[in-house]
C-alpha cells in the first residue's frame, strides 16, 4: 500500500461498499438508537453477516471471473441434510458427515464448472438446473431414507464448539470460521498471482488463456469453492441448531448476489475485491437486523435493501469509472 | 542470406466451402516491417490468424527459421517468439498496468504457499519497459489499462511482446481509431521494435502510415497477393490504388500496367 490519499482510497474497489456501510449503521444509529451497537445488538447482524460472508466471498470472486453460481440455494440445506440424515438419522461419527458434505459440494462444484467451461451455456442457466436438481435429490432422498423434511441431530461437544456453539450465548462460532476464511481470501486474492488471474480471466477470458492462465481448471476450481462453501454454512446451521430443514436456504441466493454487488463487484466481471464483499455483506446484514431496532414495520428493510442494491450498481459504475480515468496530476 | 524468421510457402485457408486465402507466400525477415494492406474482407485478419496459431492453413506450409512448422494454439506460437497485438491493445482494462502486463507469468516472492505477487517490481519493470520505448508518460504501474489512451495501450503491448522476447509481431491496425498524434506514436514504437531486430507484421488501411514503417509491403485482394514490393518499388499513389482498387484481378491489374507504363 503506497501512498495513502484519499483520491487513492477512493478509486479502490471497495470504497463505495465502505461508504454504504457507514451510511447505513448511521441511518440505525440514529432510528435504532445504541442498543443496535451493543454486543447483543452485533451479534444479531453479525451472525447473518458471516452465514452469507462465508457463501459471498466465493460467488463474489465467480462474478469477478464472469461467472454466476445459484446453486448454493440448495448447496446450504444439502449440507444440513447430509450432516443431520448421517449421524442424526443414523450414528455415523460426525467426521465422516463432514467429508461427505464436503465431498458433496465438491462434486456439485465440479459439475457446475465442467458443464460451463465446456458447453455455452451461461452458468445461470447451469446452476438453476443444479439448483433444482440438488434441492429434488435432497427433498426425494430424505423423504425416502427418513420419512419427514426436517431430521434432528445431537452432536458431541467437541464439533458443537468448533462448528455449531453460540460463543457467550449470542454470537455463532461460525462468525470465526468467517474471519478466518476471509484472511485466507484476502491473502490469496490480492497477494498472490492466482488474483491476478481470477482478475483477468474476469477482464477478458480468451485473452487470459494465451496468456498461459489455466482458465478451465480455475472455473472449476472456483464452482468447487463456492458449492463447498454453501454446504459447510448447512452443515454448521444443522449442528448450531440441532436440526436440518429441507427447505431452508433459497433466500440466501438474493441475500448473497446482494451482498457481493453492493460490495462493489463489477457485475459484468474484472473488478471488485474480497474486503468489498466483506462491507457489502455487513452492510445487508446489518439492514436486514437493523430494521428490528427501529419503530419501523420490518417490511420496509426490503425497501431499503432494493434502494441500496439499485444504488450500488450505479455507484460501482461511477468508481469503476473514476477508477479507469485516473491519471497522475501532470508535473 | 539467412533464412527468414518467418515464411509461409503457398498457404491456402478455406473454412468450409468458402476460400478465403489462396496460395499465399511471403517472407519476414528479422529487422523488416511487412506491410500488409488490403480492402475490407480481403482476408488480413484471417492471415494474420493463421500466423499466430489462432487458424491452420488448409495447404502450403509455415517455416520459422528455415524449418516448418505447426501451431496448434496460439500459445504455442506465443512461446515460439510470435506475438499478436490485437487492436485496443490491453485486453484487460480493469487491470493495472503492472498486473495486466504479466499476466500468467508474474513476479513473486517469498516461498512455498506464501509466495507473494511482487507487486513493486512487476510495477517497475512494466514501467520501465513502456518508458524504454518512449512512453514517458506512463510512470505509473497501479494505473488501470482502461485509463490510458489508445496509443499508450497499444504501446504497452508492443513493449510487452518485446519484454517477453517476442521474434516476431504482428500488429492488427494499431493505428485505426487512432488519432494523428497517438498514431505517430505507434509508429515510432513499430520503429523502434524494428531497431531492435523484430519482424514486424503491420495491417493498416492508411497508406501514410503504411509508408512511414515500412519496408516491404503486399497487397491482399480477394484472399490473392496482388502485388509485393519493397520500399521506394512503388510511389504513394500506386499504393492508394492498390488498396482502394481490386473490383477484379484483371481490373486491377490493368490498372497497375497502366500507372507502371506511364
Ligand atoms: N471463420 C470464418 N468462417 C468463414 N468465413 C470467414 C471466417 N473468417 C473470415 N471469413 C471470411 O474471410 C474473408 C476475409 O476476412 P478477414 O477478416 O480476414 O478480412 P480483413 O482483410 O481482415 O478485413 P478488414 O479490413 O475488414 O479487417 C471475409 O469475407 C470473411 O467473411
Ligand atoms: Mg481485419
Same mark, same amino acid.
Given at each position: 500500500?503506497?501512498?495513502?490519499?484519499?483520491?487513492?482510497?477512493?478509486?479502490?474497489?471497495?470504497?463505495?461498499?465502505?461508504?454504504?456501510?457507514?451510511?447505513?449503521?448511521?441511518?440505525?444509529?440514529?432510528?435504532?438508537?445504541?442498543?443496535?451497537?451493543?454486543?447483543?445488538?452485533?451479534?444479531?447482524?453479525?451472525?447473518?453477516?458471516?452465514?452469507?460472508?462465508?457463501?459471498?466471498?466465493?460467488?463474489?470472486?465467480?462474478?469477478?471471473?464472469?461467472?454466476?453460481?445459484?446453486?448454493?440455494?440448495?448447496?446450504?440445506?444439502?449440507?444440513?441434510?447430509?450432516?443431520?440424515?448421517?449421524?442424526?438419522?443414523?450414528?455415523?461419527?460426525?467426521?465422516?458427515?463432514?467429508?461427505?458434505?464436503?465431498?458433496?459440494?465438491?462434486?456439485?462444484?465440479?459439475?457446475?464448472?465442467?458443464?460451463?467451461?465446456?458447453?455455452?451455456?451461461?452458468?445461470?442457466?447451469?446452476?438453476?438446473?443444479?439448483?433444482?436438481?440438488?434441492?429434488?435429490?435432497?427433498?426425494?432422498?430424505?423423504?425416502?431414507?427418513?420419512?419427514?423434511?426436517?431430521?434432528?441431530?445431537?452432536?458431541?461437544?467437541?464439533?458443537?464448539?468448533?462448528?455449531?456453539?453460540?460463543?457467550?450465548?449470542?454470537?455463532?462460532?461460525?462468525?470465526?470460521?468467517?474471519?478466518?476464511?476471509?484472511?485466507?481470501?484476502?491473502?490469496?486474492?490480492?497477494?498472490?498471482?492466482?488474483?491476478?488471474?481470477?482478475?483477468?480471466?474476469?477482464?477478458?477470458?480468451?485473452?487470459?488463456?494465451?496468456?498461459?492462465?489455466?482458465?478451465?481448471?480455475?472455473?472449476?476450481?472456483?464452482?468447487?469453492?463456492?458449492?463447498?462453501?454453501?454446504?459447510?454454512?448447512?452443515?454448521?446451521?444443522?449442528?448450531?441448531?440441532?436440526?436440518?430443514?429441507?427447505?431452508?436456504?433459497?433466500?440466501?441466493?438474493?441475500?448473497?448476489?446482494?451482498?457481493?454487488?453492493?460490495?462493489?463487484?463489477?457485475?459484468?466481471?474484472?473488478?471488485?475485491?474480497?474486503?468489498?464483499?466483506?462491507?457489502?455483506?455487513?452492510?445487508?446484514?446489518?439492514?436486514?437486523?437493523?430494521?428490528?431496532?427501529?419503530?419501523?414495520?420490518?417490511?420496509?428493510?426490503?425497501?431499503?435493501?432494493?434502494?441500496?442494491?439499485?444504488?450500488?450498481?450505479?455507484?460501482?459504475?461511477?468508481?469503476?469509472?473514476?477508477?479507469?480515468?485516473?491519471?497522475?496530476?501532470?508535473? | 542470406?539467412?533464412?527468414?524468421?518467418?515464411?509461409?510457402?503457398?498457404?491456402?485457408?478455406?473454412?468450409?466451402?468458402?476460400?478465403?486465402?489462396?496460395?499465399?507466400?511471403?517472407?519476414?525477415?528479422?529487422?523488416?516491417?511487412?506491410?500488409?494492406?488490403?480492402?475490407?474482407?480481403?482476408?488480413?485478419?484471417?492471415?494474420?490468424?493463421?500466423?499466430?496459431?489462432?487458424?491452420?492453413?488448409?495447404?502450403?506450409?509455415?517455416?520459422?527459421?528455415?524449418?516448418?512448422?505447426?501451431?496448434?494454439?496460439?500459445?504455442?506460437?506465443?512461446?515460439?517468439?510470435?506475438?499478436?497485438?490485437?487492436?485496443?491493445?490491453?485486453?484487460?482494462?480493469?487491470?493495472?498496468?503492472?498486473?495486466?502486463?504479466?499476466?500468467?507469468?508474474?513476479?513473486?516472492?517469498?516461498?512455498?504457499?506464501?509466495?507473494?505477487?511482487?507487486?513493486?517490481?512487476?510495477?517497475?519493470?512494466?514501467?520501465?519497459?513502456?518508458?524504454?520505448? =518512449?512512453?514517458?508518460?506512463?510512470?505509473?504501474?497501479?494505473?488501470?489499462?482502461?485509463?490510458?489512451?489508445?496509443?499508450?495501450?497499444?504501446?504497452?503491448?508492443? &513493449?510487452?511482446?518485446?519484454?517477453?522476447?517476442?521474434?516476431?509481431?504482428?500488429?492488427?491496425?494499431?493505428? &485505426?481509431?487512432? =488519432?494523428?498524434?497517438?498514431?505517430?506514436?505507434?509508429?515510432?514504437?513499430?520503429?523502434?521494435?524494428?531497431?531492435?531486430?523484430?519482424?514486424?507484421?503491420?495491417?493498416?488501411?492508411?497508406?501514410?502510415?503504411?509508408?512511414?514503417?515500412?519496408?516491404?509491403?503486399?497487397?491482399?485482394?480477394?484472399?490473392?497477393?496482388?502485388?509485393?514490393?519493397?520500399?521506394?518499388?512503388?510511389?504513394?499513389?500506386?499504393?492508394?490504388?492498390?488498396?482502394?482498387? =481490386?473490383?477484379?484481378?484483371?481490373?486491377?491489374?490493368?490498372?497497375?500496367?497502366?500507372?507502371?507504363? &506511364?
Amino acid at each position: 500500500m503506497s501512498r495513502l490519499s484519499i483520491g487513492s482510497l477512493f478509486r479502490r474497489p471497495e470504497a463505495g461498499a465502505f461508504l454504504g456501510m457507514v451510511a447505513v449503521i448511521a441511518f440505525f444509529l440514529i432510528f435504532g438508537g445504541i442498543n443496535f451497537l451493543k454486543p447483543s445488538g452485533i451479534a444479531s447482524w453479525l451472525n447473518v453477516a458471516a452465514n452469507i460472508g462465508i457463501i459471498a466471498i466465493p460467488v463474489g470472486l465467480l462474478m469477478i471471473a464472469g461467472e454466476l453460481d445459484i446453486s448454493i440455494g440448495s448447496m446450504i440445506p444439502a449440507g444440513s441434510m447430509i450432516v443431520a440424515i448421517m449421524s442424526g438419522h443414523y450414528d455415523f461419527p460426525i467426521w465422516m458427515s463432514i467429508i461427505v458434505v464436503l465431498g458433496f459440494g465438491v462434486v456439485v462444484g465440479f459439475i457446475n464448472g465442467f458443464l460451463v467451461v465446456h458447453t455455452a451455456v451461461p452458468s445461470l442457466i447451469v446452476t438453476l438446473g443444479t439448483l433444482f436438481a440438488v434441492a429434488g435429490l435432497v427433498l426425494g432422498l430424505s423423504v425416502l431414507i427418513t420419512g419427514t423434511t426436517s431430521v434432528s441431530i445431537k452432536a458431541p461437544d467437541f464439533y458443537k464448539a468448533v462448528f455449531g456453539q453460540f460463543i457467550g450465548g449470542t454470537y455463532q462460532v461460525i462468525i470465526l470460521w468467517w474471519f478466518a476464511v476471509t484472511a485466507v481470501y484476502i491473502f490469496y486474492i490480492h497477494y498472490t498471482k492466482y488474483g491476478n488471474w481470477i482478475f483477468a480471466m474476469g477482464g477478458d477470458r480468451e485473452s487470459a488463456r494465451n496468456a498461459g492462465i489455466p482458465t478451465t481448471k480455475l472455473t472449476i476450481i472456483l464452482f468447487i469453492l463456492s458449492a463447498c462453501s454453501a454446504a459447510f454454512v448447512g452443515m454448521c446451521q444443522a449442528l448450531l441448531f440441532n436440526s436440518a430443514q429441507v427447505s431452508a436456504g433459497m433466500s440466501y441466493i438474493f441475500n448473497v448476489i446482494i451482498s457481493v454487488v453492493v460490495g462493489g463487484v463489477v457485475l459484468t466481471g474484472g473488478f471488485g475485491s474480497v474486503v468489498g464483499i466483506v462491507f457489502g455483506t455487513i452492510t445487508f446484514a446489518v439492514v436486514n437486523q437493523g430494521i428490528y431496532f427501529t419503530s419501523f414495520d420490518r417490511n420496509w428493510s426490503s425497501l431499503i435493501i432494493g434502494v441500496m442494491l439499485l444504488a450500488a450498481v450505479l455507484m460501482n459504475n461511477t468508481f469503476r469509472s473514476m477508477a479507469l480515468s485516473y491519471a497522475p496530476k501532470k508535473k | 542470406m539467412t533464412s527468414p524468421v518467418l515464411e509461409l510457402r503457398s498457404v491456402d485457408k478455406s473454412f468450409g466451402p468458402i476460400d478465403v486465402l489462396h496460395d499465399i507466400s511471403l517472407k519476414m525477415n528479422e529487422g523488416e516491417v511487412l506491410c500488409l494492406l488490403g480492402d475490407n474482407g480481403a482476408g488480413k485478419s484471417t492471415l494474420i490468424k493463421t500466423l499466430c496459431g489462432v487458424h491452420k492453413p488448409t495447404r502450403g506450409s509455415i517455416l520459422m527459421d528455415g524449418a516448418e512448422v505447426t501451431f496448434s494454439t496460439p500459445r504455442e506460437a506465443q512461446d515460439k517468439g510470435i506475438a499478436t497485438v490485437h487492436q485496443f491493445g490491453g485486453t484487460f482494462p480493469l487491470m493495472s498496468i503492472g498486473r495486466s502486463f504479466f499476466v500468467g507469468v508474474e513476479p513473486t516472492k517469498g516461498w512455498g504457499p506464501f509466495k507473494i505477487y511482487d507487486r513493486k517490481k512487476a510495477n517497475k519493470i512494466a514501467v520501465e519497459a513502456v518508458q524504454n520505448f =518512449g512512453i514517458t508518460r506512463v510512470d505509473d504501474g497501479d494505473r488501470l489499462i482502461g485509463g490510458l489512451s489508445g496509443g499508450e495501450r497499444q504501446s504497452l503491448a508492443i &513493449a510487452r511482446a518485446v519484454h517477453f522476447g517476442a521474434r516476431v509481431l504482428i500488429l492488427d491496425e494499431p493505428t &485505426a481509431a487512432l =488519432g494523428v498524434k497517438q498514431a505517430a506514436h505507434v509508429l515510432r514504437i513499430v520503429n523502434e521494435a524494428k531497431r531492435r531486430g523484430l519482424a514486424v507484421i503491420f495491417i493498416t488501411h492508411q497508406v501514410m502510415h503504411a509508408m512511414a514503417v515500412g519496408d516491404h509491403f503486399a497487397v491482399l485482394i480477394r484472399g490473392a497477393i496482388a502485388a509485393d514490393f519493397r520500399k521506394g518499388e512503388r510511389s504513394r499513389e500506386e499504393i492508394t490504388d492498390l488498396m482502394a482498387g =481490386g473490383e477484379t484481378m484483371a481490373d486491377l491489374e490493368r490498372q497497375i500496367e497502366g500507372y507502371a507504363d &506511364a
